[in-house]
């Protein structure tokens, strides 16, 4: 197949700046931690990636164990940007990650300028590409002095195998240290990537002012609480549901009554304002404009489809916003 990207890409995509830097992003990304190893059905990620850039997503996130197979998602990923999307790596923000386990021995994971180092370059060699735009350590280590690990990323962006820096999964005040480390070497931290939804609100409680102060951009994962946060799991668990999946990270004991009855609840609102749940649920969090992009999955293109439409309405009026904190109480 021959892929011609719209013409129109550009038109409904609404771009937000990342922090203080000097890069937007489409305030809809696509991750790629499920949905694009090799035990998925290529052509459904196929369209899925050809309807995300044309829909004006730039942004595509990936990390080193994403697959299963780890490091599948990223083999996939470069195949497709060589036989797709050849001669628009300039319209791309393509990140990738390392941090958990991904080879055997003492420098497979967690945060020394041994493993950083050496997973970068694996990751640019899977997917065909000379640097990724923005190389992000993936977890905090408890072991390795932070002064390590930020000196690594460091020294990766001076090697132009990054582009920019950024964080995940880190506190408040671990995101601060990391983001003045950053700062007085001279790479500044470009974004922070938490877990971040409806039902996961741990960022509330310091991150995002840290961020704001900083001037680092926020780009929350699992907007979507994997599918919770959808239609998916108002009437049980269907067959092909990422909570039915063996190689699914959501457990089928994570779809409890509780969550469904809330769900239900929240669907409720959603139908009042014209939206899907997953539509509410991620203009719910763009609605802060500290939120830089929602970073969202999709199983088959039709839900990214869905999912888009969230731009169309991201006002909440008090009343709105009262009901829902209600329910999630
Ligand atoms: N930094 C980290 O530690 C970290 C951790 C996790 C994720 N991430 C990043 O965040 C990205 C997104 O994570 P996620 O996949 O958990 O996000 P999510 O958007 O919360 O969940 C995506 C899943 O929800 C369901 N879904 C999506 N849109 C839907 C819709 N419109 N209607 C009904 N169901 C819908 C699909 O589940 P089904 O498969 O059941 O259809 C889809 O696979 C990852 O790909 C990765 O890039 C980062």
């Not at 995509?13 to 990342?18: F, K, L």
């Not at 369209?47 to 829909?55: C, E, G, T, V, Y």
């Not at 840290?210 to 998916?232: H, R, Y």
């Amino acid at each position: 197949m021959n892929y011609q990207p719209s013409a129109d890409r550009y038109k409904n995509m609404q771009y937000r700046r990342c922090g203080k830097s000097g890069i937007k992003l489409p305030a809809v990304s696509l991750g790629l931690w499920h949905n694009f190893g090799h035990v998925d059905v290529a052509e459904n990620f196929r369209k899925i990636l050809h309807l995300a850039f044309d829909s004006g997503i730039t942004h595509f996130d990936l990390a080193n164990n994403y697959g299963p197979p780890p490091g599948s998602a990223e083999e996939n990923f470069g195949r497709l940007l060589h036989e797709d999307f050849h001669g628009y790596r300039d319209e791309l923000i393509i990140s990738t990650k390392a941090g958990y386990y991904m080879w055997e021995g003492p420098y497979g994971e967690w945060g020394s300028k041994k493993y950083l180092v050496s997973s970068l370059d694996q990751s640019l060699k899977r997917m065909r590409l000379e640097y990724v735009d923005i190389f992000y350590h993936h977890r905090p280590d408890p072991d390795t002095p932070l002064e390590e690990t930020m000196s690594a990323l460091d020294l990766i962006v001076r090697q132009g195998k990054a582009l920019y820096a950024g964080i995940s999964n880190y506190p408040a005040d671990e995101a601060d240290k990391a983001i003045a480390i950053l700062k007085r070497l001279g790479t500044p931290c470009l974004i922070h990537q938490p877990k971040y939804s409806m039902f996961e609100r741990w960022v509330e409680g310091g991150l995002l002012d840290v961020l704001e102060k900083d001037g680092v951009g926020c780009i929350p994962f699992s907007p979507l609480a994997q599918g919770l946060l959808t239609n998916k799991y108002l009437h049980g668990i269907p067959e092909d549901s990422r909570a039915a999946k063996s190689t699914g990270f959501l457990q089928e004991n994570q779809v409890t009554e509780g969550r469904v009855h809330q769900a239900k609840q929240l669907n409720k609102i959603a139908e009042h304002r014209g939206q899907t749940l997953a539509q509410m649920a991620l203009a719910w969090l763009l609605k802060d404009q500290r939120v830089t992009s929602v970073l969202i999955g999709a199983s088959r293109p039709e839900q990214l489809a869905d999912s888009l439409k969230c731009l169309d309405n991201i006002e909440f009026s008090p009343e709105e916003l009262a009901k829902i904190e209600d329910i999630l109480k």
